[in-house]
């Protein structure tokens, strides 16, 4: 099946530095990528959607200066959280949409997830 | 706006025995697809199954079933022959084939008795 590669898997750093996260699509292409942000126990929050070479799409609440979203290629997104500070402090997922995914096969493909921790 | 309903914070079942999850979803939209992910300790997110909207037929994935009900916007999972293993937190998701995004519900947390 189709692999999503996410890195780091678990990053630790200090308030006010910035952190990247980097999502790969290993053997597809994808149009569309997605990023999440999960707080424990709880669901899965969309903070933005990027499309390959134009400006993400952030949701309501989600600070597009804080989490700044590249999507320079159809296999690569990433997400750089500036001047990270302790609240932000999550696990962040991404997934990605498939060029292939015609309307008979819908799938989205999740990467494996990045622990941050800001000290 | 689309949301996804899971009234069911924790379940639990006994190993071998059967559990359903229940899921419910509010939109306008004709046009989508049903999910259901699985998150085991380890946070990666599995697909379990998926549903299309515009089929009538249920979607059948060896132990896990869905029953699908459109006019009562219901997407129920069924686990048959509950192993350790099944044991995870359960999402239901629903992607409309407009808005492009995926809205996950709130999460079951299924605990799996030996």
């Known amino acids: 099946g189709a692999v999503v590669s996410q890195h780091p898997s678990r990053v630790i750093c200090k308030s006010g530095t910035s952190v990247k996260i980097e999502c790969r699509s290993l053997d597809f292409q994808a149009t569309t990528m997605f990023w999440y942000r999960q707080f424990p126990k709880q669901s899965l929050m969309l903070m933005a959607t990027?499309?390959?070479?134009?400006?993400?799409?952030?949701e309501q609440g989600v600070e597009k200066d804080k989490f700044l979203i590249n999507h320079a290629s159809l296999t690569l997104s990433t997400l750089t959280v500036t001047s990270a500070h302790p609240e932000d402090s999550s696990f962040y997922i991404c997934s990605a949409r498939p060029v292939w995914g015609a309307r008979t096969n819908e799938k989205l493909f999740f990467g494996s997830g990045t622990q941050l921790s800001v000290l | 706006a689309q949301t996804v309903t899971q009234s069911q914070p924790e379940m639990s079942v006994q190993e071998a025995e059967t559990v359903t999850l229940s899921c419910t979803y509010d939109?306008?939209?004709?046009?989508?697809?049903l999910f259901w992910y699985k998150q085991p300790p380890s946070r990666q997110m599995i697909l379990v199954i998926r549903q299309e909207a515009y089929k009538q037929q249920n979607a059948t994935e060896n132990r896990f079933s869905v029953n699908f009900q459109k006019a009562a916007k219901s997407f129920s999972l069924k686990i048959s022959d509950s192993q350790l293993g099944d044991a995870a937190m359960y999402f239901c998701a629903f992607f409309p084939g407009s808005a492009r995004q995926l809205t996950f519900g709130s999460g079951t947390q299924l605990t799996v008795l030996p």
């Open positions: 990027s499309n390959e070479g134009s400006k993400a799409t952030y």
């Open positions: 939109t306008s939209e004709s046009d989508y697809y």
